[in-house]
């Protein structure tokens, strides 16, 4: 069901920060993102956007140009950042974050396509509770499975796990690595308050990420949404903001990530 309560019309900027990304994952995001702009748009809960689009690149791959091809053609306020290279995820958002001055300011990655009203419900819902500073989607995978990405704070134990990816450890700890994905409250109907978010999807108030001072650059790559949604004080997983996310996970991807993914975890554990 549309939530349709009236206010006033909020601007929104968002960022998207690719490095060596698939284009057609990229091509649907890209699309699926015009298509909810408009709707927002058309329920009046979205007045203006600019999306901007980040190179974490050295070069520009070719990938890159037809992206900013196609988001020139799709979406209306475009912004090409490149030239910076490698400075990490945070960072890299870091560079829309600071100098934004919209209401609210979408974190988004490369690899989701979004629902037709998740925009809407997403602004509508930030815009009618004051004291919400991030709200979580509700994920399903390429395969039309409920992705849990809503976290509990992680203990040692569900990190191990999570850095090996083990089929029989997961089977063994399965209760703990279910608490730690909310598997006890979601699949959800209503909102629910949350402890950390992932950063694949972060829908903030723009105020409040700048209070915080948007990513902690300590971090090149993983904890660094943990980190920037346990700065903020009150998360919630909204139900009716819907996506689909089409990425992997850190232990697929070899021995130079999973090293990456702990290193990060030492820093959000001194945090």
């Given amino acids: 069901m549309v939530n349709t309560k009236p206010t006033e019309p909020s601007t929104l900027s968002i960022s998207c920060v690719v490095y060596d990304t698939d284009y057609d994952i990229l091509a649907t995001t890209i699309e699926s993102l015009n298509i909810a702009l408009e709707i927002a748009k058309q329920y009046g809960s979205l007045k203006d956007y600019k999306f901007s689009l980040i190179n974490n690149q050295s070069f520009i791959p070719d990938f890159f140009k037809h992206a900013v091809e196609l988001a020139k053609l799709k979406l209306k306020d475009v912004e090409i950042i490149s030239g910076h290279g490698n400075i990490g995820y945070g960072r890299a958002n870091n560079l829309t974050i600071h100098k934004t001055d919209s209401n609210f300011h979408l974190i988004l990655n490369p690899d989701v396509k979004l629902d037709s009203l998740a925009i809407h419900e997403g602004l509508n819902f930030l815009k009618n509770n004051e004291d919400v500073g991030l709200?979580?989607?509700?994920?399903?995978?390429?395969?039309?499975?409920?992705?849990?990405?809503?976290?509990r704070m992680p203990s040692p134990l569900v990190i191990f796990l999570r850095g090996i990816n083990n089929k029989l450890l997961n089977r063994i700890f399965k209760r703990s690595l279910d608490w730690y994905t909310y598997k006890d409250k979601l699949p959800a109907d209503k909102p629910l308050s949350i402890e950390l978010a992932s950063g694949c999807f972060m829908l903030c108030r723009t105020e409040t990420l700048k209070k915080i001072g948007g990513f902690s650059p300590e971090y090149f790559l993983y904890f660094e949404d943990f980190d920037l949604s346990r700065?903020?004080?009150?998360?919630?997983?909204?139900?009716?903001?819907?996506?689909?996310?089409?990425?992997?996970?850190?232990?697929?991807?070899g021995w130079k990530h999973i090293k990456l993914f702990l290193r990060s975890y030492f820093i959000f554990l001194k945090g």
């Fill in 135 to 151: 709200v979580a989607p509700n994920a399903l995978n390429e395969n039309g499975v409920p992705e849990y990405l809503c976290k």
């Fill in 231 to 253: 700065r903020i004080a009150k998360k919630v997983f909204l139900p009716s903001m819907q996506i689909t996310h089409l990425g992997g996970k850190a232990a697929t991807k």
